[in-house]
């Protein structure tokens, strides 16, 4: 139920119309109420908990970033978000400052194009760490040549494959990148009274600092937003990616190589005795003919088998599985 006016308020409405019009004086305040001015000609497109969510994606982009870059530009590189917010776009183009690093991507199968703007000192040190340099970023600005763009551009392409698993919850992306601008004439990709998501973070590349900021028109987002939901995020993302984990961890597994080798015996001899060796000389071993050799993997001893040969070659046939895993300290 709505106040009631107090009879002061009462009057004082009432002089006001007697005087011709009404003041600028704000309206009285309605007690108990946590309103809040909304501009009808620029309505909200993003709400505060979908920002949240876009933070908690690129959050988990910056960390799977930040390992890659530290090993592939051999130096320390630091990535994190620092704010999200919904703004204009031409407040996003108004704030670009030639020369820009402006990725221009595709994420299929949304439609539309998202620009990833990466400051320019930022990317010198990049080039700079790629060629081998210390990663110093310049004093002074100036264009990229050909052969630098091509370097970004590389190095963006693989920045791009960490974005697919983090907004796996929500939809599952094939990023594409579409090209590398320096000129930000080349950013009028949609209307300037659009809306758009800006999430910036920071990145540190040995001692040079600078942004990286995702600019996601709300034209491209607007068939998945009503999924960009905090717990709709974690659960679906969650039980999707389980699987995805599962089968990249086995095949990872798969490709590692760790060192086998077959014990035949093992004995003890003085050091005098090791010293003096010579060739027809015989050390007796505490196995027999007979008896299993270890396979030890790694450094455990994990089975019995049999020596033989295969195809021309030395080989063992697995006879039994150690039940407990012993670390040898041969």
Known sequence: MSDILSQSEIDALLQQMAGGGVTDAPPPAVKGADARPYDFANPTKFSREQLRTLENIFDNFARSTSSFLTGYLR???????????????????????????LSMMELAPLKGTVIADMSSNVGYAIIDRILGGPGFGLNKLREFSEIEKILLERVMLQILNFLPEP?????????????????????????????????????????????????????VLEPVVDRLYTRFGYSQREEANKDIYRERLEIELERARIPVSVQV??????????????????????SYVTSDVNVVVGTLHKFHAKPGTSRGKFAVQITDLVEREELDNG
């Open 75 to 101: 130096t320390a590189v630091h990535l994190e978000v620092s704010s999200s917010e919904e703004i204009m776009y031409r407040d996003f183009n108004v704030a670009l400052a030639n020369p820009v690093i």
């Open 167 to 219: 907004w796996e919850g929500v939809v599952s992306l094939r990023p594409k990148l579409e090209k590398i601008e320096t000129n930000t004439q080349f950013a009028q990709i949609i209307a300037p009274t659009d809306k758009v998501a800006l999430v910036v973070l920071t990145i540190k590349v040995g001692s040079s600092e600078g942004n990286i900021s995702f600019c996601l028109p709300h034209r």
């Open 265 to 286: 015996g093992r004995t003890k001899i003085m050091v005098s005795d090791f010293v003096n060796l010579q060739v027809g000389d015989v050390i007796p071993l505490d």
